[in-house]
């Protein structure tokens, strides 16, 4: 319980006065652009945003955390905390993520899924499926390919998506990421087709990105010009050059 309350304090000293935006991990590339375009329309407005694996951000709001919107990776996250009566808008599609298989060596990529079976191959690296939806699109894939039960003992489990990058790239041989983290900027250098390509989405479900406007956020009329600024055709044309569909 310690520990708690002071991480809320942390979130809370460090947020306080602004727009506070819970991002899933997924998204910590295309927030910047977006919070900067945004500003352009709104220059007087404060954004602040944490980035975390979507089940945990939700088990900060369901505590107390003091976030104006949040955005997770799936729709089941914020439909949890509309059902909760902690938010003043229904959920709704902002986004579609898709998985990506990265690796920082060049690899045979022409096997599709199946280069993860590769013998070279010692560590796999995932998002952790009980917190973050990356994660568990990752596992179903591999279930439907029949690769999860020979592999499941090769995984590295990030508490994110973007720890899960972090490992792909350093900690581990391979990895299954978020695709739209492969546009970014620092990311180019990684050529698809050489050091990755996406997975095929007919091994998983579609990834529909959901977001929320949280009860904190009542009075701030920053926060409910972010939340229409996010379904304008400008923060459309962000997302879709970051790899996302909509």
Same mark, same amino acid.
């Given at each position: %319980?310690?520990?708690?309350?002071? &991480? ?18 997924? %998204? !910590? ?24 694996? !979507?089940?945990?951000? &939700? ?9 104006? #919107?949040?955005? !997770?990776?799936?729709?089941? +996250? *914020? ?11 229904? *959920?709704?599609? +902002? ?5 990506? @298989? ?7 990529? =022409? $096997?599709?899924?199946?280069? #993860?079976?590769?013998? =070279? @191959?010692? $560590? @796999? ?8 939806? +990356?994660?568990?699109? &990752? ?30 790239? $350093? ?8 695709? *739209?983290?492969?546009?970014? *900027? ?45 379904? =304008?055709?400008?923060?459309?044309? @962000?997302?879709? =050059?970051?790899?996302? !569909?909509?």
């Amino acid at each position: %319980m310690k520990r708690w309350i002071i &991480a809320v304090f942390s979130i809370s000293a460090m947020l306080y006065g602004d727009t506070k935006l819970a991002v899933a991990a997924n %998204m !910590s590339y295309a927030i910047t652009p977006l919070i900067a375009a945004f500003q352009q329309e709104h220059p007087d407005a404060k954004i602040s945003y944490v980035v975390g694996s !979507s089940g945990k951000l &939700a088990a900060q709001i369901m505590h107390g955390a003091p976030y104006d #919107l949040y955005f !997770s990776a799936n729709m089941t +996250y *914020p439909q949890r905390l509309y059902d909760a009566k902690m938010t003043v808008t229904k *959920p709704v599609v +902002y986004a579609k993520g898709a998985l990506a @298989i990265l690796s920082s060596e060049q690899r045979d990529f =022409s $096997k599709g899924i199946s280069v #993860l079976g590769e013998p =070279s @191959i010692e $560590k @796999i690296t995932v998002a952790n499926p009980l917190t973050a939806p +990356y994660g568990t699109a &990752a596992v179903e894939a591999l279930k439907h390919a029949g690769l999860y039960d020979v592999l499941k003992e090769k995984f590295v489990y990030g508490e994110s998506i973007a720890q899960t990058i972090t490992y792909a790239t $350093k900690a581990a041989d391979i990895g299954i990421i978020a695709a *739209p983290a492969l546009y970014a *900027p620092q990311m180019k250098h990684y050529k698809e087709g050489v050091h990755w390509i996406k997975v095929a989405p007919s091994l998983y479900r579609p990834i529909d990105q959901g977001m929320v406007l949280l009860k904190h956020a009542k009075e701030d009329k920053n926060a409910k010009a972010f939340w229409d600024f996010m379904r =304008s055709d400008k923060a459309k044309a @962000i997302l879709t =050059s970051y790899g996302y !569909s909509l």
